[in-house]
């Protein structure tokens, strides 16, 4: 009989080798860096997980999964739906979302990819597998990139295959973006597609103005051109411009996927795994999208979210970042702007024990 009970977590701290210095239209980034959880079963099993920290905050993203690990004590590693009821439960007081939500994804998602790793299982097979492979874009293109920078960027994931590519707006000048945007046009030619991403950084009239002027460069879509809750804003700016919107990182639930629904307001639905609240919460959230015909184009989490697109009906793409290729031990293969899940068990990946640095651990 296999024994899944939790028995040990380790929590480490990574930092990419390709990490420096960046920056959209509302945040400086000073290195990339990671949170990475390994839970151990009385198995033998080993289940890992991680989640994107930057440099943001680290007292607080810490102490909340310190606070989160001691609910796992007794836990088997397939009692997911329990630990964030349990967790959900234990956060009321100050509220299930924000640090409280990211710190027990990050556990769901490594006792997912211990029980898969248990069954000696692909996790995208586990998932009533619609796909075997899915699109993908390249992602970047940001404001702290000299237009050399950019180009050199976006252009080299057109040598490697990528078929779209997205970059940063929301400059202080407007006209700033739209050469941009039109050096990029250039140097892709007409049949990559180009996505924009003003991070929350424009108003209103400034998103229909960026929108307009962009027309004759043929944007794909526009990402998070307005604050995150300005749904009317974005029901404007839509009936104004034509442009398609997308939307959903900064989400911890669905309601304001349902309030955009509502308002004819969002043609893209991008959930963050780790902000929504780990794998079965992104998975009702990307099944709500579905059932308005919605397509998914989830935020960041390639390694897990193309496992995740899988097993949907309409997974639009992932976005594509290179940050933890360096530091684990099989990157995903992309070919021909499609990404292919991998074929080991669970998620398919490990962090290489050299680029973890150890905060804590915990026996059961």
Not at 99 to 118: G, H, N, S
Not at 161 to 186: C, M, N, W
Not at 229 to 254: C, H, N, V, W
Request: aromatic fraction near 10%; hydrophobic fraction near 40%; proline fraction near 5%.
């Amino acid at each position: 009989m296999m024994n899944s009970r939790i028995t040990q977590a380790r929590l480490f701290e990574a930092v990419t080798p390709l990490s420096r210095p960046i920056a959209d239209s509302t945040h400086s980034i000073d290195k990339i860096a990671f949170l990475v959880l390994e839970l151990t079963t009385a198995g033998g099993v080993v289940g890992e997980s991680y989640l994107l920290s930057f440099d943001y905050s680290p007292h607080g993203i810490r102490g909340a999964i310190q606070d989160l690990l001691p609910l796992l004590e007794g836990m088997e590693v397939w009692q997911t739906g329990k630990l964030i009821q349990t967790a959900a439960q234990k956060a009321e007081y100050f509220g299930f979302t924000g640090l409280q939500k990211q710190a027990a994804a990050l556990a769901e998602v490594a006792m997912w990819d211990a029980w898969a790793r248990t069954l000696e299982t692909p996790l995208w097979k586990l998932f009533g597998t619609n796909h075997t492979r899915v699109p993908v874009y390249g992602s970047g293109g940001w404001l702290s990139y000299s237009c050399d920078e950019l180009i050199d960027e976006v252009t080299d994931y057109k040598k490697r295959g990528f078929q779209a590519v997205k970059i940063k707006v929301g400059s202080t000048e407007a006209e700033e973006d739209i050469r941009r945007v039109a050096l990029v046009r250039e140097a892709l030619g007409p049949e990559i597609k180009i996505m924009i991403d003003a991070n929350q950084g424009c108003d209103l009239p400034e998103a229909i103005h960026l929108a307009e002027a962009l027309h004759p460069y043929n944007i794909h879509w526009f990402e998070e051109p307005l604050d995150h809750q300005d749904f009317r804003g974005f029901k404007t700016l839509r009936d104004k411009t034509g442009i398609s919107l997308a939307m959903g990182e900064r989400e911890y639930g669905t309601t304001p996927l349902r309030e955009l629904i509502a308002l004819n307001a969002i043609d893209l639905w991008q959930p963050d795994l780790i902000r929504i609240g780990g794998v079965t919460a992104w998975r009702a959230a990307a099944a709500l999208a579905d059932s308005y015909h919605i397509p998914v184009l989830p935020h960041y989490y390639k390694d897990y979210d193309v496992p995740l697109l899988c097993g949907i009906s309409r997974p639009y793409g992932a976005e594509s970042f290179d940050w933890i290729d360096p530091i684990i031990d099989s990157k995903m293969r992309i070919e021909d702007g499609f990404a292919y899940p991998r074929e080991a068990p669970g998620w398919g990946f490990r962090f290489l024990r050299e680029h973890l640095t150890e905060i804590l651990s915990v026996d059961y």
